[in-house]
């Protein structure tokens, strides 16, 4: 009876360390996989930001010229038509 018990008992120590093991693998990927996520996005959000910065830099050199190259008649005309709206 206690060989039976035995059998049973270590069997299921067994199945349990199995299942454990399976278990403790899903998570570690699982994990795994949400770090990487994680880096990706931060990634894809500094590439992000950087176009941004980019665009802006190109916005803000394109209107600087645009002011120096114009004349003071035309930029008196616009800054008043700026207050007046």
Known sequence: MIGVV???LSG???RAVFYG???LAATV???IAV???RQAATARFAVRRADARVRS???SKDIRHDVQN???AD???RAHRWMRD
Do not use: F, H, K, P
Request: charged letters at 25%; glycine letters at 8%; one cysteine or more.
């Open 57 to 59: 830099m190109q916005t």
């Open 35 to 37: 770090c990487q996520g």
């Open 12 to 14: 299921l120590g067994r």
């Open 6 to 8: 035995r059998a049973l």
């Open 21 to 23: 093991t399976i278990i």
């Open 75 to 77: 930029l008196e005309r």
């Open 70 to 72: 114009t004349d003071r």
């Open 29 to 31: 990927a699982l994990w």
